[in-house]
C-alpha cells in the first residue's frame, strides 16, 4: 500500500483536533459507508467537503456517473470545522498585488468571482432548500488600532469601484450602540456575504448529490492513483477501486504531496483554531455589550474571526499551532481563550466547552486554484482558498464540474483561478516558511 506523504505530524490528520466540534453537535457524523470491491464510473472526485460535494451536485445534475471517495465522513476535514464565514475573498493576494501579476482586467475578473462565489452559495441554499441557520447582513472588519479605521475610510472609494457597493463605516464612539462594544477603534460593513453552520450546509450538499444520483464513500481514502493503458484512472482505496474516465482532487488543505505526485509543494497547510461558548443570556450579552449578530473580524494580520451565533453561542477563532500535538493544542487553547477575554472581558466567566483546530489552504502566489492537473490529462483539482472555503471552495468546486465536461464555465474563470500554482521551496519541509512569517506579522500587528 502506497504511504501518503503529508506534511504535518499525523495526529493532526486524525481525530483529536475536532473531537470538540461544536459543529459536531448539531450534525452528527452520518453513516456512509465504505467502498468495497471494485467499480466503474464517469468521475471520481477525492474528497467529500464544499468542492467536491460541488463538483458532484453539479455533474450528477447533468447525468455524468459520479463516486466520492471520502477519508473519513463527508465534511470531516475544513469544511465542518472552519467558522462558517461565506464571505469575499479566496485569495491571500490584495487586489493590488493580483493586479500587478495579472493585469487590471484579471484582477477585476476575480473580484466578480468573489462576488459569483457567494451569490453561488446563497443560491444553491435557496434552491435546494437548505436550513442552514444563516445569519449576519455582510461582513463587519473591526479596526484593532486607529490609523486601521482611517485606512478603512480611504478605502471607501476602492471597494465601490472593485465591487460595486459600498461599505458602511461605523466609528469608534458608536460601536456600542450598534452592539459592538469591545477594543475596536471602529468597524467597515461589507454588505456581502453571510454567515451559516457549514455542517448543515455540507450535509444538504451530500444529500442533494446523492439524490441527483452521485455516489458517496466514506472511510475510503485513496492511496494510489494508477494510469491505465487505456487512459484512465483507476483510484486505490484499502478495500476496492474505482476506475474512472477522468478524477478531481478536492482535498485542499488535507491533501499529500503523491496524490499525485503534481501536488508536491504545491500546497501548503496552516493551522487555525476556534472556541465555542456554552449559549449566553440577554444579560451576560448586555454586560459586553455585544449584541450584534454580524460575522466579523479584526485587522490583524493574525486574525482573529468571531460571530454571536443565533443561539447566543460566541464563535471565535484564530491561527493555531506551528506544530501539532496535545500540549500545542492545550498552548493555542489557552492562547485562544485568554484572547477572548481580553476582547470581551464581561465575558471571562463563560465557558468555552467547544475547541478544535483545522487547515487552512495556501498556495505560493496566495490566490486559488481550479483547473487541470497538467500531467495527466482527465485529472482536475482545486485548492488554496486561504481561509475563505465556504465561498470559494464551493465555487471552485463547481467550475471543475464544467471543466471536466469539456465545458467553458458560464461563471467567472479569471486568470487567478487558472494559474498553474508554483511550488513553495523546501519541499517537505516547507513548513518552515511559516515561523519568520508569523514573527513578521506578529510584529506589524504590534
Given amino acids: 500500500m502506497t504511504m501518503l506523504k503529508r506534511i504535518w505530524e499525523e495526529g493532526a490528520y486524525g481525530t483529536l483536533p475536532v473531537a470538540d466540534c461544536w459543529w459536531a453537535d448539531t450534525v452528527p457524523p452520518g453513516d456512509w459507508p465504505a467502498l468495497e470491491g471494485d467499480t466503474t464510473t464517469d468521475v471520481a472526485i477525492i474528497g467529500a467537503g464544499f468542492t467536491g460535494l460541488n463538483a458532484a451536485l453539479g455533474l450528477a445534475e447533468a447525468g455524468v456517473g459520479v463516486t466520492v471517495l471520502e477519508a473519513q465522513h463527508p465534511f470531516w476535514g475544513a469544511s465542518g470545522r472552519n467558522g462558517g464565514f461565506c464571505c469575499l475573498g479566496g485569495a491571500k493576494a490584495s487586489h493590488a498585488e493580483i493586479k500587478a501579476k495579472f493585469g487590471e482586467t484579471e484582477a477585476r475578473g476575480f473580484a466578480r468571482a468573489e462576488m459569483a462565489a457567494v451569490d453561488h452559495v446563497g443560491g444553491l441554499i435557496e434552491r435546494l432548500g437548505l436550513d442552514v441557520d444563516r445569519h449576519s447582513e455582510g461582513e463587519t472588519q473591526l479596526a484593532h488600532r486607529p490609523g486601521d479605521f482611517e485606512a478603512m475610510r480611504e478605502d471607501v472609494a476602492a471597494t465601490r469601484d472593485l465591487y460595486g457597493v459600498t461599505p458602511t463605516l461605523t466609528p469608534r464612539e458608536e460601536l456600542?450602540?450598534?452592539?459592538?462594544?469591545?477594543p475596536f477603534h471602529g468597524a467597515s460593513t461589507m454588505p456581502i456575504g453571510f454567515a451559516l453552520n457549514p455542517r448543515k450546509y455540507a450535509l444538504g450538499l451530500c444529500r442533494a448529490a446523492e439524490a441527483a444520483g452521485a455516489v458517496v464513500h466514506g472511510h475510503s481514502a485513496v492511496t494510489r492513483i494508477e494510469n491505465l493503458a487505456d487512459g484512465r484512472y483507476r483510484l486505490h482505496t484499502e478495500t476496492g477501486s474505482v476506475t474512472a474516465e477522468k478524477f478531481i482532487v478536492a482535498t485542499n488543505g488535507y491533501s499529500a504531496d503523491n496524490l499525485p505526485d503534481w501536488m508536491g509543494a504545491r500546497y501548503l497547510p496552516t493551522q487555525s483554531s476556534v472556541i465555542v461558548t456554552r449559549p449566553m443570556?440577554?444579560?451576560?450579552?448586555?454586560?459586553?455589550?455585544?449584541?450584534?449578530?454580524?460575522?466579523c473580524y479584526d485587522t490583524r494580520h493574525l486574525l482573529h474571526y468571531f460571530r454571536l451565533m443565533p443561539d447566543n453561542r460566541m464563535l471565535m477563532g484564530m491561527r493555531g499551532g506551528l506544530r501539532h500535538s496535545p500540549g500545542t493544542e492545550a498552548q493555542i487553547r489557552a492562547m485562544i481563550r485568554a484572547d477572548f477575554a481580553r476582547m470581551f472581558p464581561a465575558w471571562a466567566h463563560v465557558e468555552t466547552p467547544h475547541f478544535w483546530s483545522g487547515f487552512v489552504c495556501v498556495t505560493r502566489d496566495l490566490v486559488p486554484y481550479a483547473g487541470p492537473i497538467p500531467e495527466m490529462p482527465g485529472g482536475f483539482a482545486?485548492?488554496?482558498?486561504?481561509?475563505?472555503?465556504?465561498?470559494?471552495?464551493?465555487?471552485?468546486?463547481?467550475?471543475?464540474?464544467?471543466?471536466?465536461?469539456g465545458e467553458t464555465p458560464d461563471m467567472p474563470y479569471p486568470a487567478p483561478l487558472n494559474h498553474r500554482p508554483r511550488k513553495f521551496p523546501l519541499g517537505r519541509f516547507r513548513r518552515m516558511l511559516m515561523r519568520p512569517a508569523y514573527l513578521h506579522y506578529a510584529w506589524l500587528d504590534r
Avoid at 176 to 182: D, E, L, V
Fill in 176 to 182: 456600542s450602540q450598534a452592539g459592538f462594544r469591545g
Fill in 281 to 295: 443570556s440577554d444579560e451576560e450579552l448586555a454586560a459586553q455589550g455585544w449584541t450584534s449578530r454580524q460575522m
Fill in 382 to 405: 482545486a485548492f488554496g482558498y486561504h481561509g475563505n472555503g465556504v465561498s470559494m471552495g464551493s465555487y471552485a468546486g463547481r467550475l471543475l464540474a464544467d471543466l471536466v465536461q
